[in-house]
């Protein structure tokens, strides 16, 4: 009877030890396919994306952006990619893109394993990526810059600039700091051309558009096509009149068509004592004309307080102090000199500008006394 016993636990361990292998068979089995599921996953992804490339080209437009330097980085990705050009006039390109929402061309449409891991980094910014049940299935270039055609056929960002100048004004300002502005904006300009303000072109445009002063410039509203510039349009105050935007120098000098004088010339007199050498060097103020307040200086005269013109001026302007300057009544038009003048000198009856406070720039002699005055030290100095 013990020996039956034993005979069923043996056989029932047996069995047990049969089962238990053939479940830890199995466990092992299926852990095995899903490493080896995992693997061919893993060599799968690390196989280059398959990509669809569907150039949509704008052929009648040769200055628009060019989209093969998209394509081109996009061949030297980790993908294989095959290429097809469709012209966006074409029945299947205006059917794609409708799909897409396209509004700039040229362009290329990506499609196939858009969503590789191998290739994720590629649609970045620049990119309109397009998503199915959470699953991206294609990518749209979308940063074309001007010129582009849209998607009526239109091509945008085609600039016309004409320069409106008086080439009998040298010392007249310019607008080249403008015109580099937008030229550094990679603003594409159809036409560029300068003409005289006298000229018959010329003047049927400063009546056309209302200009007022020269030198001036008119430009095609397309040049709003430009991202960079029509974020900053609005500083410029300019009214569209015709499809042109015309604009003129706000700064001296220039032609006052109004008048027909050119305004902004500036005359500078220097009136010093020659027997005080310890007095300041009255051409300093030229520096500070110039390059502080970008004065125009044309005419400039120096004389001594012992002369006949020297002398006229003290009695004129009633000075009592030397080394000053005089400053013809045009230095009033440049930004921050009227400003600051007031703290210097005073504006005569006559519009020119006379310095009374040599002091403020150094050692100066009272004509009054004939004495020689140093300005006190600032403390520490």
């Given at each position: ?21 053939l ?50 980085s ?16 074409s ?23 858009v ?6 980094n ?66 594409r ?40 510039v ?75 307080v ?46 020119w ?13 009272d ?14 100095g």
């Amino acid at each position: 009877m013990a020996k039956k016993t034993l005979d069923i636990i043996l056989y029932i361990f047996v069995v047990l030890a049969v089962a238990f292998s053939l479940v830890s068979l199995s466990l092992i089995t299926a852990r095995s396919e899903k490493v080896k599921e995992s693997l061919l996953l893993a060599e799968k992804e690390n196989q280059p994306a398959k990509l669809e490339l569907i150039k949509i080209a704008a052929s009648s437009c040769k200055d628009c952006f060019d989209v093969d330097s998209v394509i081109e980085s996009l061949k030297k990705s980790n993908a294989n990619v095959t290429e097809r050009i469709l012209e966006f006039s074409s029945a299947e390109a205006k059917q794609l893109i409708s799909q897409y929402s396209i509004e700039k061309l040229p362009t290329v449409i990506v499609l196939g394993e858009v969503n590789k891991s191998s290739v994720a980094n590629l649609w970045n910014q620049e990119w309109k990526v397009g998503m199915k049940d959470g699953t991206q299935v294609s990518s749209v270039y979308a940063a074309v810059s001007p010129p582009y055609v849209d998607a009526s056929g239109n091509i945008k960002g085609m600039v016309i600039l004409t320069h409106i100048v008086d080439q009998s004004c040298p010392n007249c300002t310019n607008l080249t700091s403008l015109v580099d502005f937008l030229k550094q904006s990679n603003v594409r300009f159809t036409e560029e051309k300068t003409i005289d303000y006298a000229s018959p072109e010329a003047k049927d445009m400063i009546s056309r558009f209302g200009i007022q002063k020269v030198p001036a410039i008119v430009i095609s509203k397309d040049i709003l096509d430009y991202p960079p510039v029509a974020q900053v349009w609005d500083q410029l105050n300019a009214t569209e009149k015709q499809g042109f935007y015309p604009l003129h120098t706000l700064a001296p000098p220039y032609r006052n068509l109004e008048t027909g004088k050119i305004e902004g010339l500036v005359t500078v007199i220097y009136l010093r004592d020659d027997t005080c050498t310890s007095c300041y060097d009255v051409k300093l103020n030229k520096l500070i004309l110039e390059r502080t307040f970008g004065l125009m200086i044309v005419n400039e005269t120096t004389a001594d307080v012992s002369s006949d013109y020297g002398k006229s001026l003290l009695k004129q302007y009633n000075m009592t102090k030397v080394p000053v300057i005089l400053v013809s009544s045009d230095a009033a038009m440049y930004s921050g000199f009227p400003v600051v003048w007031p703290q210097v000198g005073n504006v005569a009856s006559d519009g020119w500008h006379v310095m009374r406070n040599p002091e403020v720039l150094g050692t100066y002699k009272d004509l009054s006394s004939g004495q020689v005055i140093s300005p006190p030290q600032p403390e520490g100095g």
